[in-house]
């Protein structure tokens, strides 16, 4: 788009019950992922009758809404020559072992030196533009400091694919994470709601208002102060393994943001030997959303992270 775009959509659906907002502009606006519909219901930019509306609104036959989409305004996201640990590739997606320390995708005055400058420069251009100009190519992310599996979409089909699976819970991602203190169960379920935390806006938390969010885990050791876990998505909320062990009482290992009062900080990471805190995206497994074959892959430990355990 060069110019803002306006989008005027009057309801219509075979059913007489009420539909979500959100549901419903992700069938009908099939270019768009559901993550960039949401981020334009919560900018305020999806309304009805003059008025911004929640994603949980009920929708009728005959509503009428207006989206506004911004204007692209071309950033400075340069083609970077940065080492990528490829694990696949083919025509249409790449498969990467993304490094702790590596920022996914440009932002909040980060514009050099991520995952998309080092995407633009080895797939010389070819990625998806469906999460826009910033995240080409992304379909789901890593944190900062989380280290482990991506799947990375070359062209939009590809990009709508796996997103839906993500969406539907069929793609399976699960990670392995080095938590304080010692859990007792062998395994359990966290089905918890995160959002925005009420007073800290750049932390996530568990609150009421929150999506559901949903892990579950198992135990794989533990020591006197330390239990490593795996931990297997069934939603993608953001921090959402970190928000979710730190409830519990058992924050991830190095983790400056939701354990800064023990081992979140970069002095005492440095003591560990770690370069990020102790979460790892260990196995990634999805059905090829042009061929449909199964796709299984797995990464080991990073070494950092491999020789505290084995200190342990």
């Known amino acids: 788009m060069s110019g803002q775009e306006h989008i005027e959509l009057v309801v219509e659906h075979t059913s007489t019950a009420p539909v979500r907002l959100d549901s419903y502009l992700a069938a009908r606006l099939p270019n768009l992922t559901r993550s960039r519909i949401q981020k334009l219901i919560e900018d305020g930019l999806v309304t009805t009758g003059g008025k911004p509306a929640k994603a949980g609104l009920r929708l009728k036959n005959g509503d009428r809404l207006t989206l506004t989409i911004p204007a692209n305004v071309e950033p400075a996201v340069a083609a970077q020559e940065i080492p990528l640990a490829i694990v696949y590739e083919d025509d249409y997606l790449l498969v990467i072992n993304k490094p702790a320390g590596l920022v996914t995708h440009p932002g909040a005055g980060v514009h050099a030196g991520t995952l998309v400058n080092a995407l ?37 089909r590809a990009h709508r694919g796996l997103a839906d699976q993500i969406h539907e819970r069929t793609a399976r991602r699960t990670y392995i994470a080095l938590v304080e203190g010692t859990i007792s169960v062998d395994s359990g379920c966290i089905d918890q709601p995160i959002g925005r935390h009420p007073v800290h806006r750049k932390k996530m938390a568990v609150v009421e208002s929150g999506r559901r969010a949903v892990s579950r885990f198992r135990v794989l050791k533990r020591w006197a102060r ?19 062990m730190a409830s519990l009482g058992f924050p991830v290992v190095g983790d400056i943001v939701y354990n800064c009062k023990l081992t979140g900080t970069l002095a005492k990471r440095h003591k560990l030997g770690l370069s ?17 074959c199964l796709l299984e892959f797995d990464a080991p430990l990073p070494e950092d992270f491999q020789r505290l355990v084995d200190s342990l």
């Open 226 to 244: 330390y239990t490593l876990v795996e931990v297997q998505l069934e939603t993608g909320r953001t921090h959402q393994i970190r928000v979710h």
């Open 276 to 292: 990020g805190h102790a979460l790892h995206a260990t196995r990634l497994s999805f059905a090829h959303p042009v061929s449909g």
């Open 120 to 156: 633009l420069h080895h797939c010389r251009g070819s990625l998806s533009g469906i999460s826009g100009i910033l995240r080409p190519g992304i379909v789901h992310r890593l944190d900062k400091d989380t280290s482990g599996l991506m799947v990375v979409a070359k062209e939009d």
